[in-house]
């Protein structure tokens, strides 16, 4: 947008392509057509805050924020330190259309199992098993959760698209997606790079197992042999992250021995901690959508320029990268669509990372709750002014 490169350089005080036209209209002034900004600003974090109550009470604002949704804040909920541990908000009797059938909500993560089989809670993750058999639902929804095997571009032998391609039909994805189940994630394989439950994107036909003769097949042609080993690769794990990420890995191990391959662990902090290997690695992501649409893939994820791709692939296509410029600023929902498209199938014949699975979540919901539906992005966007409890 117009001045926003000067903010960010500290070279200007505001953004000038920000204009308040009146009391009801934002202009934004853009350098170049840029469709994605109509899902950005349908966004939770892009929020137009009340200019009078932000410069009248500063940081304060958000201890006790404004808003025009269905429900308003009332007070933080406290631990008996005082610490926050979560929020009550209740009903928005001036919301439009209507007001919302509960007169409150609290959420907090504080809440456990108990106090749901107690029914001091109505809605809960499905996290225990003393939760089965009981008179309760259980909901699933879906998200826009998909963990991707990255792989060192730059690096051989992963430079090499063909080698790439062995290692991917080396791995048995329905084995990984059991390793990642929990009781509240239930993931499903998926060949898609671009999530199949965006509109004109469907799911590709996945294939059972692995093909390690195929693998094996390709590595041969590539040159590796028993006399010629695969160099040993590094997977790298993010520290502290999912419980479920060290069962992948002794199952990935196991997958690329059949290969020859052998696979250590080692994990990281920062990205900057993985730009330094000289040896072949590659890295397990979890990638979650900020918006909904498959920009937020192409462009973040396998754009030469993107600093993500820049820490951990390396990868680099041209024609990708022509492909996603001109889908910036393709108007026709149509064509859009068609360049992802052959953005989706130029990755699948480079393979610069492997799509593992998407991550469905569950909830478990008393008896007496109607109402709620899985909401497009997942359930951390749960829509409570339609829900009702039927006692």
Known sequence: MVGAQEYRDGKAAEVVGFKVR??????????????SALYLLSMDFCKILPRDLVQSQGRGFFQKPSGTGPFKFAHWLRSPRLDIIGVR????NDYFPKRPYLEAIEFSPAYTPEDFL???????PYTSENLAGRDIQVLEGETFTTAFLMMSCHLAPLNNPSVRRAVSLAIDKKEIAKAAFRLDTNPQVTDNFIPPRLPGFYP?????????????????????SGESSFPRLT?????????????????LKEQLAGLGISLRLREYRSWEEIRSPKDPYLVLLHWSLDFPDPENIALPLFCSSAVLNQSLLHYSNPRLDELTKAAEVEQS????????HKI?????????AVPLFSRQHRLALQAYVRGVKPPPLGFFYLDAKDVWLDK
């Open 118 to 124: 107690d029914e001091k809670v109505d809605v809960i």
């Open 235 to 251: 997977l790298f794990l993010q520290e502290d992250g999912r419980d479920s990420d060290q069962k992948i890995y002794e199952v």
């Open 89 to 92: 908000l209740e009903r928005n």
């Open 22 to 35: 009146d009391e009801y209209t934002f202009e934004i002034q853009w350098k170049s057509p840029y469709v």
């Open 204 to 224: 590709a036909q996945t294939k059972e197992g692995s093909n390690l003769e195929e693998a094996k097949k390709i590595l041969l042609q590539e040159g590796f």
């Open 344 to 352: 989706e199938g130029l990755l699948k014949a480079d393979m610069p």
């Open 333 to 340: 929902r149509t064509g859009r669509i068609a360049l992802f």
